[in-house]
């Protein structure tokens, strides 16, 4: 998939892209370079919301829990 690079340095993202990324008009795109290429990234329009359960199944919590166990155990010794 490829798009072409206007004279005022505008592109077309592919619909293929905006369906499966559910992009819609106003929506922002961030432009990485990456010193080996350049990354297009969507930014969500509610950051906060995107994030939600995306750490699902890591088991933080009780990676928490441990670590406030273990710092009460030290400070008690």
Do not use: F, S
């Amino acid at each position: 998939m490829h798009t072409t690079l206007t004279k005022r340095g505008q592109t077309v993202v592919p619909a293929e892209i905006r369906k499966r990324y559910n992009l819609k008009p106003g929506d922002h795109l961030v432009w990485l370079d990456t010193g080996e290429g350049i990354k297009v990234v969507p930014v969500p329009a509610d950051p906060l919301e995107a994030l939600t359960g995306c750490a699902k199944g890591e088991g933080l919590l009780e990676a928490l829990y441990r670590y406030r166990k273990e710092e009460r155990e030290r400070e008690n010794r």
